[in-house]
Structures are given as structure tokens and as C-alpha cells.
């Protein structure tokens, strides 16, 4: 069974940039995350969608963040203007349900210059 | 909301001996405690879960306790190997939403 995909590995950009992050759940996981987790932290929730419905967002700084989940599978999260505190790892999970275990992709790291 | 709280920070063995990483959570209504496994340049890798309804899960060289009355619940890893070396997090979920995480453990192995 493929895990979560998630791309790029890595993003560098100047402050004030837009950027996007893609992630590819498990096949049949209908429950995504998003996550940011920083330097020496557990994971953060940001969003988390049940099919393609947003239902819980709270976490999201809907300023500058936006994400969607058309036809419910692949998700993309994007910044824009990225600012200097957003330097990050963006982690997706996926779930066959909510309270179900979630599995982890490997995570972009963006670096915001 | 809820709170966890997981000690120590930093662990460190030698190969073979016991690791014990415990964390403790607010939310009397938490019904569900993963532990993940996270190794540098990659993503938590849930190792072991375990729900309300028992006290305590093994796999292996792994095993989780749970203790409702107390709100805290434990890792356990026996006779540890260089390759356990990584960050645990544990993690419980807050009520109506998704999981709350510790700040991790780092353990170390030495041989």
C-alpha cells in the first residue's frame, strides 16, 4: 500500500512569495489533514477535511492560508504572501475516519528567506 | 482545551535497557492515545495506539499503558536497539477535533 505523497520535499522562497504544497492521501482515506510542525515541536493542526468538506479549520490563519480538496482526494495548502515566521514543516496525514488512526507523509519544509 | 504534557524531553540508554516516555493529557473524554516514531528528514510514524476501553497494548519489543483515572498514559520500549534512536511524540485528541501532541522525546541509544 502506497503512503501519503506529499510535494515538494523541500521549498525555499523570499518572504512575501506565494507558495503551494500538494499532498496525495492513502487510496481510500477519506479524512485528510493538514499539519505544521516546527523546529523542535509536536505537530499542529491547521485543517481537516472529511471527503472534500473543510470541517475544522479553526486553526487556519484564513489571512493568508487557503486549502481545498477537490473531489476529495488530492489536497493542496497554500501561503500567500508567505511571511518569515511560516518556515516550517507541512505535514499531511490521512484517515479512514475521524478518530481513526492517521498516517503521516514525509513532509514539505519550506524556508522563508 | 486540551493539554498534554509529555516527559522527559530528552532520553538517553544504553542498547538492551528499557525506555520509558510517559505523557499526560486534560480532556477526561479522550478516548484514543497514539505514540509516534518520527526519524530525521521524515514524517510521525504511528508505532502504537491504544483506546479507552483497555489499560494496556503490547507489539513486540513495544507496549502502551493507560491509566483513565490518572489521565496519564506510557510508552515502553524493552531491550532497545541503536535504531529506536528518533523523536516519540505522543498524542491525544481534543474534544470535537483532531489529536493535541506532545513536544516529543528525543531518545537516544548508544551501543
Known amino acids: 500500500e502506497a503512503g501519503v505523497v506529499q510535494s515538494p520535499r523541500y521549498k525555499i522562497i523570499e518572504k512575501k512569495q506565494p507558495v503551494a504544497f500538494w499532498c496525495n492521501p492513502i487510496s481510500g482515506h477519506n479524512t485528510l489533514y493538514w499539519y505544521r510542525q516546527n523546529l523542535g515541536q509536536g505537530p499542529e493542526l491547521l485543517i481537516r477535511?472529511?471527503?472534500?468538506?473543510?470541517?475544522?479549520d479553526s486553526q487556519l490563519p484564513k489571512d493568508r492560508f487557503s486549502a481545498e480538496r477537490l473531489k476529495g482526494v488530492d489536497s493542496t495548502l497554500k501561503i500567500q504572501p508567505a511571511e518569515l515566521g511560516d518556515s516550517a514543516v507541512y505535514l499531511c496525514?490521512?484517515?479512514?475516519?475521524?478518530?481513526?488512526?492517521?498516517?503521516f507523509g514525509d513532509g514539505t519544509r519550506l524556508s522563508i528567506l | 482545551g486540551e493539554n498534554v504534557e509529555q516527559h522527559p524531553s530528552t532520553l538517553s540508554v544504553q542498547e538492551g535497557d528499557s525506555a520509558v516516555i510517559k505523557c499526560t493529557y486534560s480532556d477526561s473524554a479522550s478516548n484514543y492515545f497514539p505514540w509516534y516514531k518520527q526519524e530525521l528528514g521524515k514524517g510521525p510514524q504511528l508505532i502504537i495506539d491504544?483506546?479507552?476501553?483497555?489499560g494496556e497494548k503490547k507489539d513486540q519489543r513495544i507496549a502502551v499503558t493507560l491509566n483513565k483515572t490518572a489521565k496519564h498514559f506510557s510508552l515502553h520500549i524493552t531491550e532497545t536497539q541503536p535504531e529506536d534512536s528518533a523523536v516519540y511524540f505522543c498524542?491525544?485528541?481534543?474534544?470535537?477535533?483532531?489529536?493535541?501532541f506532545g513536544k516529543g522525546t528525543t531518545l537516544s541509544v548508544s551501543s
Open positions: 491504544i483506546r479507552s476501553n483497555v
Open positions: 496525514a490521512s484517515s479512514t475516519g475521524h478518530r481513526q488512526p492517521q498516517h
Open positions: 477535511y472529511e471527503n472534500e468538506e473543510a470541517v475544522d
Open positions: 498524542a491525544a485528541p481534543q474534544a470535537g477535533t483532531a489529536l493535541i
